[in-house]
């Protein structure tokens, strides 16, 4: 028999198998994604025993791309945003977080809000003014921020609307919790370019301005600026994207993601808050009394199971790792526990380290699935002790109609056919 | 003994000399003086009791005109809402099952109106609008809402006296207000 001939009876024989064996489990994953990464070759003509196309000629040559982009096969994993949206200069694009492994977020892929879009800003006509209560105002260019001494740290930023309180909740976790991201920062610590001008007494409060279409302003306690809070322009090993405020953030860890003002071109020193409308008419919560929270600046502390997670199937039954991905505005994550019987039961799930502060946490637990129908969810607790809360018990204090903030434990629906959706929905 | 303690303060005042001006020396030198003219052109924040409100001034009726041209394509002939928020309204729903949060309604600082007018709309051509136009506009929906008199004329001193319905509306942040189990 000719090596042709064998080829071809090897691929009969295995597309008669596959066919047999069904379209999931010959792919050779457990969960099937929304992604496309499981799509099926036609062929089996790279399989064993055969070598397979891509070792018999020589692949691209270096420069095919100067700066690299994910396999073609990976086109799927982007940013989530809805296409149903009013408009799309002031909006939102989720992190695909159930596509993602680890802590950190790819650069592509940070989640975005932006008010009036994204500016194009030449970083050598950029300027960050600071004035106000200080001994003496400063004007910087980026070059002068870069000439200060660094720092970088890994920290989680998290917009505050993430979820909303109300149906129709979302599908997968980056519907509903996607509007949180990791990664690592470098920059100056904003204390010491506040030494710089010098604080004059009295000073309580700093106003953060962007230099975009929307020139949005956030104020921040005096206190938090002088503890952790960064001017940061890289993420991640390189300058900032521009849909993260290229060429100069703000970083707060821990606080919404809101007041961590993008394009940041002035920092006002002064003794009461500006009242903006972002911290009055926007991110300010709601009560059931007609009153509404302000200044509400703090995440508090979230968990969700990003695998298997809404969207995805089980496609056999047996050995599943269940993970996700846990965070506190408050500090470090000290427990993750998962249940695997609609929260009668719960255990703890293994931490990877290192578990950092204000950071992305990736917990795991092992788990066999046995085929019936099941609830899984997770719930976090931080080094204050603080645990994550039911929406139940959220909503009894929060009622519906808060919009921000809502940290609740979401719960994942396992049918006996393997498909997992919102278990709240 | 007299002696001791005058060496003694000699001494902590010594020290105390080089601890400002190592303190002084932290200082990297880095960045230029920002000239008031650089600050006077970039700060345009509004204080809530109308502090840094800029000369000028605009009526209601004026508003209308400019409302119709510039606002109306996203908030609505009268400020119902379309693409853009919803300005006009929903007084006394905030403890409603279905409040409506509104500039009349919600915001508890009429300077942040003209604040949030002058620095981001409209959104096409955000920082376009004249002062005085400005004043205007912020007139026009304070209007519709009720909060001023069809025949209103805002400047510095009268936005900063208007008192909003639901300034007293907002409190402090009470988390974490779901205790543990």
Known sequence: MSEQATDKRVREASRRHFLQAGAALASGSAIAGLAGTNALAGSDSNLPPNVPEWMKAPGDSMGSQPYGAPSVHEKGVVKNISKTLPQYISASGRTPLQELDGIITPNGLFYERHHGGVPTIDPAEHRLMLHGMVDRPLVFTMEDIRRFPSQSRIHFIECSGNPVYTKPYGKTASDLVGLVSCAEWTGVPLKTVLDEAGLQPGAKWIVAEGADAAALTRSIPIEKCLDDAMLVYSQNGERLRPQQGYPLRLLLPGFEGNMNVKWLRRLKVVAEPAYSREETSKYTDPMPDGTSREFTFTMEAKSIITRPSGGQKLTTQGFHEITGLAWSGRGKIKRVEVSVDGGKSWQDAALQEPVLTRALTRFRFPWHWDGAPALIQSRAIDETGYMQPTLVELVAVRGLNSFYHNNAIWPWRIDANGEVSNGQA | ?181
Request: net charge negative; proline share 7%.
């Open chain 2, 1 to 181: 003994m007299a002696r001791l303690e005058l060496t003694t303060a000699l001494l902590t005042s010594a020290i105390m000399t080089v601890v400002v001006a190592a303190h002084a020396e932290e200082r990297y030198g880095i960045g230029s003086p920002a000239t008031p003219a650089e600050i006077a052109g970039w700060n345009i924040d509004i204080g809530r009791d109308g502090s840094n409100l800029p000369p000028g001034s605009g009526s209601v009726e004026r508003g209308r005109v400019v409302f119709s041209e510039q606002c109306a394509a996203c908030h609505g002939d009268n400020g119902q809402g379309g693409v853009g928020d919803r300005l006009v309204g929903g007084q006394g729903t905030l403890a409603s099952p279905k409040p409506i949060r509104t500039v009349g309604s919600y915001w508890p600082y009429a300077s942040t109106l003209f604040d949030y007018i002058r620095r981001a709309m409209p959104q096409n051509a955000p920082q376009s609008l004249s002062n005085e136009d400005v004043y205007a506009v912020s007139a026009y929906i304070l209007s519709l809402n009720g909060v001023v008199p069809a025949n209103a004329v805002l400047d510095a001193k009268s936005l900063a006296a208007v008192k909003m319905p639901n300034r007293d509306g907002f409190v402090s942040d009470p988390r974490p207000d779901v205790h543990d189990r």
